[in-house]
């Protein structure tokens, strides 16, 4: 079983529609993010969340928002989506302490598009 | 914040010759390095990273980089390609305990036969 999931895999939506990603994962790690992938861009950092209580924003934040539910669980929300929030957007966790030396681990990632 | 610098956004190469992917950071002090691994319709797998101690790292599949703090660079290279590297590479660099990745571009590498 895959330690980090995220679901839906493929969501295609309309402008102006209110948009949730969600993310899961069996790690144990307490640190978690989002981001988008684009082509010849990269990743971008959209939220990230160090704990249950802390909440982050990244280089991309607006017209998304996030909730951490549970330490497994981190949801990116779309209030009202739009075309140029079609990407590839994952999921990614990391453990805190110095021994983890920053290293994330990645889900399978969400294609959205927004029509 | 790091900014990462992949050169080339493509590169071709024939199954068993070298691949080579070039990645340089912008930062005074060493950071932490990782190669990430991206095969289609698929998540990032982690290649390799660098923390501390040996400059050349060994990760998956055959592949390992160079830490060159005076070029500021983390090198990828293959000695010998072969058809199932096809895929896009991601160098990645975090300031030491910041807990954020900053990523290049993404390199993508086809395989010839």
């Known amino acids: 079983d895959a330690d980090v999931t995220q679901t839906p895999r493929n969501r295609i939506t309309k402008t102006g529609k209110r948009i949730m990603l969600e993310c899961s994962q069996t790690?144990?790690?307490?640190?978690m993010y989002w981001y988008r992938q684009d082509p010849g861009l990269g990743l971008r950092l959209i939220y990230y969340s160090f704990d249950v209580k802390d909440i982050n924003k990244g280089e991309i934040s607006d017209g998304y928002s996030v909730s951490r539910q549970a330490q497994a669980k981190f949801s990116l929300s779309l209030e009202s989506a739009i075309p140029n929030q079609t990407a590839l957007y994952f999921c990614a966790t990391s453990a805190s302490g110095d021994l983890h030396t920053d290293t994330q681990y990645f889900g399978p990632g969400t294609r959205l598009t927004v029509l | 914040a790091q900014s990462v610098t992949q050169l080339g956004s493509h590169v071709s190469v024939s199954e068993g010759a070298l691949v080579l992917l070039r990645c340089n950071y912008s930062?005074?002090?060493?950071?932490?390095l990782f190669w990430y691994v991206q095969y289609p319709n698929q998540g990032l797998q982690l290649l390799l990273k660098?923390?501390?101690?040996?400059?050349l790292v060994k990760g998956i599949n055959g592949f390992e980089a160079e830490f060159k703090k005076s070029e500021t660079s983390f090198h990828l290279t293959k000695p010998s390609a072969h058809m199932s590297d096809a895929a896009e590479y991601f160098c990645?660099?975090?300031?030491?305990?910041?807990?954020?990745?900053?990523f290049g571009a993404g390199t993508t590498v086809t395989v010839r036969a």
């Open positions: 790690k144990g790690h307490d640190r």
């Open positions: 930062s005074s002090v060493p950071p932490y």
């Open positions: 990645a660099v975090s300031d030491r305990g910041d807990y954020k990745l900053s």
């Open positions: 660098y923390t501390t101690g040996a400059t």
